[in-house]
């Protein structure tokens, strides 16, 4: 990646007057030094609000996502956004003040706490997804959350995990994978299921109704996740069509639609902004483990509520297993491949650049049900999200000093 002339250039440039007056109130204050020493589950308190907070400010930047489809990068923009995003992830882990954001792009400091949130400015909506960051003392963990409006509810159990283990970054899509179409026929997927809305994040984490929450939001797309033509009648091939029955539909139409969705899916696609964003916290933070969360519906794995992956240097699936197997019971926590060969996140590109980099990656599934229960069980949510203290353990990371 040709971003080290940019980083300088930004770390030079420092805040600007214009982006100064972007970024809102300043970052809460300094944890004391022993709060940067304590476990990274045992120093967050409980209520502490986080949660609610990031929900306010993601929201907005959401909005809309399900029926937007995400545009790339161009080579050139590419690079000054990598730069960006590398150069405020420095600034964020010594607090010093954030450089300037390119065009189009934005910063935010969330008021009273020590988080900066990277987006999109609004002049023009891509899907480009939304970065936040901690400022100061962090757990050298990345989370992301690639298919929220897809895979019901991992949002607030990346917001969950992101505040539990105190991580450096959480990054979320904020557009939908297939621009809130079915799954194209002929279209390249996992065996993800649909879920269609976005994630309850009112009831996770607010208990009511999230901003801009509609009764479309809750749909559960049939006609992705059961093998449907869209009409509740099976594909000749076992295929979904595209918005309805694939009887008769113009295959020139139908191979143009999935072209234009090639870039939407930010887990499979070979550029986007999500991806360049994963690729600059590796370059900025080398070895910082990842956790990236998906869905299932229960039909596709009966006997599965987790099923996990690792791979990347330093990845050591059963520092996840083991905790999760204490909190979700009945054998349901299962490792791809050794337990299933299903949903192991084979083709996900942000594992494969991991895996170049050096640095471990956890693909985390979760079936509906398991997801229903953390949108609505704070207890269990919390619980969970414990139980990736573990994953910097031997990987050479430490917390953050600051």
């Not at 791979?311 to 019971?329: C, D, K, Q, S």
Request: charged letters at 20%; proline letters at 7%.
């Amino acid at each position: 990646m040709r971003s080290a002339g940019y980083v300088v250039l930004f770390a030079i440039a420092g805040c600007s007057q214009g982006v100064c007056r972007s970024i809102g109130s300043a970052p809460g204050a300094a944890p004391s030094p022993g709060a940067a020493a304590e476990d990274p589950v045992t120093a967050v308190l409980d209520n502490s609000g986080e949660q609610e907070a990031l929900d306010e400010e993601i929201a907005p930047l959401r909005k809309g996502g399900r029926n937007l489809v995400a545009e790339p990068p161009d080579g050139a923009e590419e690079v000054t956004y990598a730069a960006w995003i590398a150069a405020v992830g420095l600034a964020a882990q010594n607090r010093r003040p954030p450089p300037a954001a390119p065009p189009g792009f934005a910063l935010r400091a969330v008021p009273g706490r020590d988080l900066w949130v990277l987006s999109e400015d609004g002049t023009r909506r891509r899907g480009a997804a939304a970065v936040v960051l901690r400022v100061g003392p962090a757990l050298p963990l990345i989370v992301e959350a690639p298919h929220t409006f897809f895979d019901r509810g991992t949002l607030p159990v990346a917001l969950a995990i992101f505040e539990a283990q105190r991580a450096r970054a959480l990054i979320v899509n904020t557009s939908h994978r297939y621009g809130g179409r079915p799954n194209p026929r002929n279209a390249s997927v996992d065996d993800e299921g649909a879920d269609g809305g976005r994630a309850d994040l009112g009831t996770a984490v607010g208990g009511g109704r999230s901003p801009g929450h509609t009764a479309e939001d809750d749909e559960s797309l049939e006609g992705a996740g059961g093998k449907d033509g869209g009409d509740g009648k099976p594909t000749q091939d076992g295929s979904q069509g595209i918005g309805g029955s694939a009887r008769g539909e113009d295959r020139a139409s139908r191979e143009r639609l999935i072209a234009s969705l090639a870039f939407a899916d930010v887990a499979h696609a070979e550029r986007s902004f999500f991806l360049s964003v994963h690729r600059a916290l590796l370059q900025t933070f080398p070895g910082t483990p990842t956790v990236q969360l998906h869905g299932f519906q229960d039909r596709s794995a009966p006997n599965a509520a987790v099923i996990a992956s690792a791979v990347g240097h330093g990845a050591a699936l059963e520092r996840l297993l083991t905790p999760l197997r204490a909190i979700v019971n009945e054998g349901k926590v299962l490792a791809y491949p050794t337990e299933i060969d299903r949903l192991g996140g084979a083709t996900n590109v942000q594992a494969r650049w991991s895996r170049q980099m050096g640095a471990p990656f956890y693909h985390v599934e979760l079936s509906r049900t398991l997801r229903d229960k953390l949108v609505v069980d704070t207890d269990l949510r919390r619980r969970f999200a414990a139980a990736f203290a573990g994953l910097t353990v031997g990987t050479g990371q430490t917390r953050d000093p600051g």
